[in-house]
Structures are given as C-alpha cells and as structure tokens.
C-alpha cells in the first residue's frame, strides 16, 4: 500500500470489501496473513490468530482466520454508522451492493420488484422475463381459472374454513394416503418453519446437502440457532449425492437430515428406492425431511387419467412416509400446480408428526381462494401430466440454444424446471451476468449466495414459455458478448 494512506480507512476498506466479495460468492471463512506489527487491526476487524507465524524478508505474518458470518455481523453490529457514512465517498466497482441487506434467507424472485413495493406498476410484469424463481410458466388447470375468475367480490371478502379438512380429504384420496398422515399449509416455507420449530432446539445437529434450498440453512442455523453440518455435492460428479458417502456421514448422530428431490438448485433427481434403503440403514431417532417440491417434473412414464384419482407419482416417497416412523416429504402445489400466488403446501408423514404440525396450524391459514384452487387442480391430473411434459421439452430446448452460445460454458440440464449454466473461470461472473441480463429486462438467479460450491459463476435460469425462453437465450448471448468485451 502506498504509504500516503498507512494509518487511514483505506485499509480497513479493502478488509470490508474482501469481506463482501467472499460472502457474494458464497465463502463461509475467510484466511489471511497480516502484519504482525498491524495485528491488533486484524484482531479487531474479528479475525482470529492462529500462532502460525512466517517469515518473508524482513517481515514476519501471522496466519488468520474467521467465519464470514460473524465478521460480517461485527462489521454490521460495530461499525454500521460508519459504513453508511462511507458509502457516498467510496469508489465501489465490484458487482454486490457496498452494504449488505438485513440478515435473510437467500431467495430469488427479484423480478417481481417491477410492479413496485405497493403494486402500482402492475402493467410492467409483462415486460419482463422472471427466470429467477422456480414459478410454473403455464397457467393453473381451466377449472381453476374459471372458479378464479367467477365472483371475485365474494371470494375476496369470505372468510375460508378455519381448518382445511376438504383438502385434506381432497389431498388424501388423490395420493392414496391416509388422511391423518396429511397436514396443509400455506407453501412448504410455513410447513418448515412450523415442523422444525418443534422438531429443534439449539443443542440439535442437522444434516444438510450443500448446495440446497437456502431456506433450510436459515431456518436451522439463523432461527432456531442450531449446528448444521454440511454434506457436499460436487460439480465434478454431476452434483449427484454418494449415497455410500451419504451413508457413512449419517453414522453420526443426527436429529434431522434434510434431502430435497429433485435437488433445488442443483437439479439432480435421486432414485426413490435408492433413498428408501439409505433412510433404512440410518440410525434410530434420525429423522428425514424429504422436500419434493418439484418431483412431478423428473419423468416417471407415469401418465395419470383426466377422471380416476391419481395415485401418487412413482417418483414420491409420500406413501412410504405415511407408514414410517421417522420420514415426512414436504410437498408445494404452489410450483408444481401453477399456484405460487395463492400458496398451498402438504406434508405427508407419520400420523403423529402431522397432527403436531396441524396443531401448530392458525386458524384461517389457508386463503379461501387457495383452498378452491388445490382442491380443483388436484382434480385435473390430466392437465398437470401435459403441462409438466411439455416443461420437459422446453427445458431440453433452452440448455441447448444456451449450450451453444459457446464452447467454453457449461450447462447442466435439471430434472425440474431449470436448467445451470456455469461460466468459465477466466470470464464473466455470475454476478456480472445476472446484471447484465437485468439491465435488458430478463431475470437469472446467481446462485453464488447459497454454496461456495458455485464459485462465483452459477446462474439458474427457469423454464419459461418458448417466446420467454427465446429472448433468455438472445439476451444471455448479448450481455456475454458484451461482458467478454469489457476489459
């Protein structure tokens, strides 16, 4: 550092925005040789010395440490006044924000920021493409539509059954499970959010893959406060789980094990059998959260009639659960069912986990608009089996416009409604590429915050219509163009 700015903010500045780029990026800790003639700046930054000293010439560096979590709080917690203060002086280049937002899961969904935060600008969410969250391109089944559309006046103001036992039945007969293995809720973030208040404590272990659902790691680790260890997934095997591996991990002790299937936002489906024998060579009390938000979409050859009830799909656990003692498979019509807005969620699992979660339930949870909905989506199997058929076929054509926008990008097609696409490291950065996009009205996800695993260069893109998946592909092949041409 030139010596002008010794024993000025310059420093501390670019400890901070080292900081920020790690945390954007999705680094959990952070390692760094300091001065030992400097080291109480360190110390105070958070950074934690671990007596390792070398020596280089005639100076001599201590190797340090410390989670990226908790620095970012101490910043926060001690130095906020100051940051903000700084803010309007500080040249930022890089591509994440100079302060970080309120503590938060990490969700996508940035797109529906165009209608405003009071909704005063509905008009323009038709000039956008929001490829950034995992919401069904088609509508929900006609019925819905019909019943939707009729007297929204007294939809609107009718209080809906304070319980919702007619979905439940309505749930239960379509999946062929008994009816006090099902509990309702209002999407799957109230189901897990209710479930694992109860389930956990802070003396409690959780088993979470890495990378998955950001929900999972906010809840355990920054709600309930409780130690979450990760299994890694890895890029190099295709992001599919070792299950042999997965299987010596569980010889510890764990109160909960999380799985989702298909993986989000990974993509990758796990044979239901294979998972069946992995939960049966678990130790006894571990529990299994099996989160199948978006199974329908992996193709079972499963083709359910327009009249009979469906069974449930072969993909699914949720008959297995129901007559388990430890599983419980969180399941969302809101995605699968094109409901997102309207929010509705079941899980099916021992009878004694689901009356828990019905009794945590509040009255009136489930919106009168919401309970019609399901019940009537559920009924139209048909529908859904042609819409979740043809997602297949346009996911399969969008990873291979995106794969050939270029040699040296990856892309990984799902087994739900999105596919990755992965940026060589000497390129542009997910981050970089997420704006880029934006600025031309199409919405990616950079998955950078959820997993160091993406190292930086990991975009979601969902599925959309086939004029929406057109202008993904022009508009990512336009911002690489012009990012690969900026020095």
Known sequence: MDPRWRGSAAAPLLMYAAMRWVA????????????????GMYLA????????????????????????SELAERARRHHGPLLRALEPRVRWSLEMPFLPGPPACQHGGASIGVVGRRFDSLPARDDVVPADVLDAWYPPAPAVVELLG????????TSPPAYPEGLVEEIAERRDLPPDAVAT??????????????????????????????EYAHVVEQVIGCRADRFPLRRADGWRPDLDRLRDALRERYDLVVI??????????????????????APGGTRFWIDEAYVEYADSGHSPSQSSPSPSPSPSLERYAAASGNTVVCKSLSKMYALSGLRAAYLAGPA??????RRWAPPWGLSLPAQIAAVHALRDPGYYA????????????????????????????????FVLLTLPRSGPTAAGLVAACRRDGVFLRDLSPLSPAFEGRTVRITVRDPDANDRVATTVAT????????P
């Open 260 to 281: 989702v299937n298909p993986n989000n936002p990974t993509g990758v489906h796990t044979d239901a059998g294979d998972l069946r024998r992995v939960i049966a060579d």
């Open 386 to 417: 042609g819409c979740w058929a043809r997602t297949r076929t346009l996911r399969s054509g969008l990873a291979e416009r995106l794969a050939g926008l270029g040699a040296d990008l990856r892309v990984h097609e799902s087994a739900a409604n």
């Open 24 to 39: 954007a990026h999705g680094g959990r800790v952070v390692a760094a040789l300091g001065r030992t003639e400097i080291l």
């Open 150 to 157: 009729g007297d929204q006046g007294w939809l609107a103001r």
């Open 352 to 357: 004694e986990l689901a009356a828990e979660s």
């Open 45 to 68: 930054a958070g950074l934690t010395g671990t007596g390792t000293r070398v020596h280089a010439g005639a100076v001599t560096f201590e190797v340090l440490s410390g989670q990226v």
């Open 479 to 486: 911002a690489l163009d012009r990012l690969r041409a900026t």
């Open 185 to 214: 809720g209002a999407g799957s973030s109230d189901l897990i959010f209710r479930a694992f208040r109860g389930w956990l404590d802070a003396s409690s272990r959780v088993l979470l893959p890495d990378p998955v659902y950001g």
